[in-house]
Structures are given as structure tokens and as C-alpha cells.
């Protein structure tokens, strides 16, 4: 059975203080590994899709890397539309289909 | 593209009473999947489809619920009868299916209470 766990569950910073979420994962084939960002009351939102160990993805102020056994979501000089709450989810070659197994994420806050 | 579309967005109902959720995936999309959100589990999988077809429903909690997906333009989950602990928010998301990883896009959610 794919496991996501992630840490830490919750991270405030302040505006232009960078830090790091990190993913740890099992699964049997890893077909991609996703991050997704949610804000308040709205559905996940597709950030990075990371296929292989070593692998890294940017954009803007945000950092994805990848390992064989977890991800880091790096963000730099983050700004205060950056809060919201990181979900990181694997995507595994058995079972079928394209079915995302997520974290329970972190919320991060910002603060001026 | 209007994205995947949920209704409704907030529900309140009465314990015992039954529950519909509604979703349209993208057009094009060929899988869909509804998911279940709380503070204390995340999102977890209820069930997903491939061309219409069940594959997955070990996620469903139990007989109380059941989905349906008709046609590629339409789905629905529902709960007969409600209990508190369902609720939660309940998201529906699509994706197209092909070689490698396919991301999946998120409708905004139905928020259900059941008092």
C-alpha cells in the first residue's frame, strides 16, 4: 500500500525567511510524485510532477527535488501568497489507473 | 475550460436523510476519481473510474454509499442515509489517461454537513 507522510503538519514563517517542507514516501513503482497547493475552501491546485530520483522542478519562488524515498518543497524568500496548505501525493504503477495517494500536508502561514 | 464542476458547493442536512453530489470532469477527461477531505484523515480516496467503469471502490466506507458515473460528462455520489461522521468536503477531479504520470485537476469541493 502507497504511504505519504509529511512534515512539519504546520510552519510559519516570516516574509523573506526560506525554509523546507519535506514528503516521505513508499510505494511500489513510483509512477510520478505530485505537489499540490490548497488554499481556503478551494480544491487542490497542481504545482510539480517529479518522475525520478534527482530530478528538480522550479517555479517561482518554489523548489521541488525528489530522492528515492522523499521530496523536498523548498520555498525562498517566501512571500505572504504563499500561505496555504502543501498536500504532496504519489502516483504508483500497480493497482491501475492514474489514483493519488496524499499526505495529510502542511499549512504554511507567512506573516509580514 | 471551466474545470471540473461540483455541485452543490455547501450541503446541510439532517442525519438519516440522503445525500447527492454531483460532478462534471473535463471533457476529455477519461478518469475520474472522488476524494474526501477532513482535518483528521486528509484526502482519501472514495472511488475512481476509467471510461465510465467502477475500478476502484475499496475506499468507500460502506454500503451507505454508492457512485455512479452514467456517461463521460457526469457523476454522482451518494449517501443514503447520512450520519455525521460523513461530514466533510468531497472533491471530484479528472485526468486523462496515457503513458507516465497524469495529473489530476480538482473541482472546488462540496462541503457537507449533516446534522
Known amino acids: 500500500e502507497d504511504q505519504v507522510t509529511q512534515s512539519p503538519e504546520a510552519l510559519r514563517l516570516q516574509e523573506g525567511e526560506s525554509s523546507s517542507l519535506n514528503c516521505s514516501y513508499t510505494?511500489?513503482?513510483?509512477?510520478?510524485l505530485f505537489w499540490y497547493r490548497q488554499d481556503p475552501g478551494k480544491g487542490p491546485e497542481f504545482l510539480f510532477t517529479?518522475?525520478?530520483a534527482g530530478e528538480e522542478k522550479e517555479k517561482e519562488r518554489l523548489k521541488a527535488t525528489l530522492t528515492k524515498k522523499e521530496s523536498f518543497l523548498h520555498i525562498t524568500a517566501p512571500k505572504p501568497e504563499d500561505s496555504a496548505t502543501y498536500l504532496c501525493?504519489?502516483?504508483?504503477?500497480?493497482?491501475?489507473?492514474?489514483?493519488?495517494?496524499f499526505g495529510t500536508g502542511t499549512q504554511l502561514k507567512v506573516e509580514l | 475550460d471551466a474545470g471540473v464542476i461540483q455541485s452543490p458547493r455547501h450541503e446541510v442536512t439532517e442525519m438519516g436523510q440522503e445525500v447527492t453530489l454531483r460532478c462534471k470532469p473535463i471533457?476529455?477527461?477519461?478518469?475520474l476519481f472522488w476524494y474526501r477531505q477532513t482535518m483528521m484523515r486528509g484526502l482519501e480516496l472514495l472511488i475512481y473510474?476509467?471510461?465510465?467503469?467502477?475500478?476502484?471502490d475499496s475506499g468507500m466506507p460502506e454500503d451507505r454509499f454508492s457512485a455512479k458515473m452514467p456517461n463521460a460528462s457526469f457523476s454522482t455520489l451518494k449517501i443514503q442515509p447520512s450520519e455525521p461522521r460523513d461530514s466533510a468536503v468531497y472533491f471530484c477531479?479528472?485526468?486523462?489517461?496515457?503513458?507516465?504520470?497524469?495529473?489530476?485537476?480538482f473541482g472546488a469541493g462540496s462541503r457537507l454537513t449533516v446534522l
Open positions: 501525493a504519489v502516483q504508483g504503477v500497480t493497482g491501475g489507473g492514474n489514483k493519488l495517494t
Open positions: 477531479a479528472s485526468s486523462s489517461t496515457g503513458f507516465g504520470a497524469n495529473v489530476l485537476t
Open positions: 517529479l518522475y525520478s
Open positions: 473510474f476509467n471510461n465510465n467503469v467502477p475500478i476502484d
Open positions: 510505494v511500489s513503482g513510483l509512477r510520478g
Open positions: 471533457s476529455g477527461h477519461n478518469s
